[in-house]
């Protein structure tokens, strides 16, 4: 296959520092679904596809089989490395002093890589489970959020800048107001900030205010997340590609109403990093916003057909005496 395959045609955002960063992305959240092999297959044909950002968490307990695909595309001449955005967060276990460059080199070592394109702290409190725990499982030692916790948080990844192991730093999972709190303490401001973004979940006041302040947003689980672990299913949970705006769109230019979610996001101005391990669904979820985009009518109809529905709600991050995931979200219970 040539070096570079049409990623060309593929949209840029453009991040505060001048860099460029695809318009789309490949998650690689395997969902406790699919292998870290799978998901390490999927990340190296969706760059011979064409992808060139690749969202990836210590986590997610996959990096070392996603830094042998990497390798591999490097060393089959498919990309440079240079040709890559790579993104990394830390993980809510490493926040303490020294923990976060210790985590961030350790992802390096397992991606094969020396610097990484993005680096985001995962969750904004140190608050963490076990992998794969109930919905209802605490730990003793979650606690709500300090904005004087996070700032040292923040110095690490400013110290990861500064010392050329990631080109830019960004957060997860924050509200206006945590953000409020945060950002005139920054000395290296945050580049792209991710965040849940689907139609049934469109968040417009974190949007504008991101967007407002150049920072580009990243959108997670951006077809709904029909895949996710049980623990974060609710019976009030909208699905995304299910919203009748969605279906008519879909009908409307043929195409699966995932491929619809995507247009909506790329067209807004986020960036979606859905997630697939399925070749004939990350090669349809890329086509589908390089062409035949949604009209005016669509994207206002969709606009509207918001539900404010949030999925992964966080609450096994919740503090003893805390019982409303609302409080994670600044929101009244
Ligand atoms: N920062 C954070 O806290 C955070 C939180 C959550 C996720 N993320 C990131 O965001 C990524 C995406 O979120 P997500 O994986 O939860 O959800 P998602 O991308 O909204 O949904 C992924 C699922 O959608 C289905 N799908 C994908 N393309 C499709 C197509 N063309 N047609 C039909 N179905 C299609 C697949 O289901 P099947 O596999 O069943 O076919 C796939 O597993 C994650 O992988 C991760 O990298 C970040």
Request: charged share 25%; net charge negative.
């Amino acid at each position: 296959m040539a070096k570079g395959t049409a990623p060309e045609g593929i949209p840029v955002r453009k991040l505060y520092t001048g860099a460029e960063m695809p318009a789309i992305g490949l998650g690689t959240f395997g969902s406790d679904k699919y292998s870290a092999a799978q998901v390490a297959e999927a990340v190296y044909g969706a760059v011979r596809s064409g992808y060139r950002l690749i969202d990836c968490a210590s986590v997610y307990q996959n990096e070392k089989e996603i830094g042998k695909a990497f390798a591999k595309l490097f060393s089959d001449g498919i990309v440079d490395r240079e040709e890559l955005f790579i993104t990394g967060k830390v993980w809510n276990d490493m926040h303490g002093d020294g923990q976060v460059i210790r985590s961030c080199r350790k992802s390096l070592e397992e991606l094969g890589l020396s610097y990484l394109d993005l680096y985001l702290i995962h969750w904004p409190f140190p608050n963490y489970h076990a992998p794969g725990c109930g919905g209802d499982s605490r730990n003793p030692d979650s606690r709500p959020f300090s904005a004087k916790e996070y700032m040292g948080v923040w110095r690490q990844c400013e110290e990861l800048v500064e010392s050329g192991l990631v080109k830019h730093i960004g957060m997860s999972n924050m509200t206006v107001k945590k953000l409020e709190a945060v950002l005139p303490l920054c000395r290296i401001r945050p580049a792209a900030i991710e965040m849940e973004l689907h139609p049934a979940f469109q968040q417009p006041e974190l949007f504008r205010y991101v967007t407002e302040r150049g920072i580009v947003p990243i959108g997670f689980c951006p077809i709904g997340s029909p895949s996710r672990p049980e623990r974060d299913r609710t019976p009030e949970d909208v699905a995304a590609a299910e919203l009748p705006e969605i279906r008519k769109a879909a009908e409307a230019h043929q195409v699966h109403p995932a491929v619809i979610c995507l247009k909506w996001a790329v067209q807004r101005g986020q960036v979606p990093i859905p997630f697939s391990v399925k070749e004939s669904q990350y090669v349809d979820n890329l086509r589908g916003i390089l062409e035949d985009p949604l009209t005016e009518e669509e994207m206002e109809q969709i606009r509207l057909a918001d539900k404010n529905c949030r999925l992964v709600k966080g609450q096994v991050f919740l503090w003893p005496g805390a019982e409303d995931w609302r409080l994670l979200w600044d929101e009244e219970p």
